[in-house]
């Protein structure tokens, strides 16, 4: 069995024990997925510290998304592209024939094709998301789409079930500022970097825009970029022809995380 394949069914198989013991522990979760150009229910809740250094990292917004169908006509929407530019933002990661590529958040699988397609047949995408009725929509969506390579996997709060050393590319858009506690989450997420692995969050200005949540449940770019270099990261890239959002691409930093 080729390498890619074995990946891919031990992840159906872990996606399937996770399943259990989450309904049974009624705790499914992990980070939120991608925001789109709107959100119907609205991100509420108490905000960001405008100070980096003083800023704790625990989510500005917890929001359930369990009804796909609902908000694919959001995520999905192709109005979107124009600003979220997926196809540029996956060119942007430099992803390579055979790599594993996470995404982070994948709600109902907008980025899934474009990374499916840039790590090629012998490459694996993980589309990792806290619903079940999400991961779910995901499997159909690549199945529908041909995209065999592609698996869902249901994720935990504090776990984002990533295999060790085995990730090239993390791709994390409009979800970082739906995750808590997230200097251990990302030093955990660490871990799971292959040599030369790297993490992009992509996620909106904290300023009013014509697309995505308020003010109030943004992050700015400053305190993402201390929050991970708190967690053993530093800043390796950043494009910025992104309308509307920052894009900030990490590699671990030889210094490891601080306090």
Request: charge should be negative; hydrophobic fraction near 45%.
């Amino acid at each position: 069995m080729k390498p890619g394949m074995v990946l891919a069914v031990a992840f159906v198989a872990v996606v399937i024990v996770l399943f259990v013991v989450a309904c049974a522990r009624g705790e499914a979760g992990g980070p939120a997925r991608q925001k789109g150009a709107a959100d119907p229910a609205g991100d509420t809740g108490p905000g960001a510290a405008h100070d980096p250094a003083a800023h704790d990292d625990h989510a500005t917004v917890h929001h359930s998304f369990n009804d796909p169908e609902r908000w694919a006509k959001v995520f999905d929407d192709p109005a979107r592209d124009e600003w979220q530019k997926p196809k540029e933002v996956v060119a942007a990661l430099e992803l390579e024939a055979g790599m594993t590529a996470a995404d982070l958040g994948a709600g109902t699988g907008y980025f899934t094709a474009p990374l499916s397609h840039a790590v090629g047949p012998k490459g694996v995408v993980l589309s990792i998301d806290p619903e079940p009725e999400m991961v779910q929509y995901l499997g159909r969506r690549a199945h529908r789409e041909g995209l065999a390579n592609v698996v869902p996997v249901l994720a935990l709060y504090e776990d984002p079930f990533l295999p060790p050393g085995r990730v090239d590319r993390v791709l994390i858009v409009d979800t970082y500022h739906h995750i808590d506690d997230r200097q251990t989450y990302f030093r955990r997420l660490g871990a799971c970097l292959a040599p030369g692995g790297r993490v992009a969050i992509v996620d909106f200005h904290k300023r009013p825009l014509p697309v995505g949540p308020p003010p109030e449940a943004k992050l700015e770019r400053e305190v993402v970029v201390a929050e991970m270099q708190k967690a053993g990261f530093r800043l390796a890239a950043e494009p910025t022809f992104l309308p509307y959002q920052y894009f900030l691409v990490f590699e671990p930093s030889a210094m490891g995380a601080t306090k």
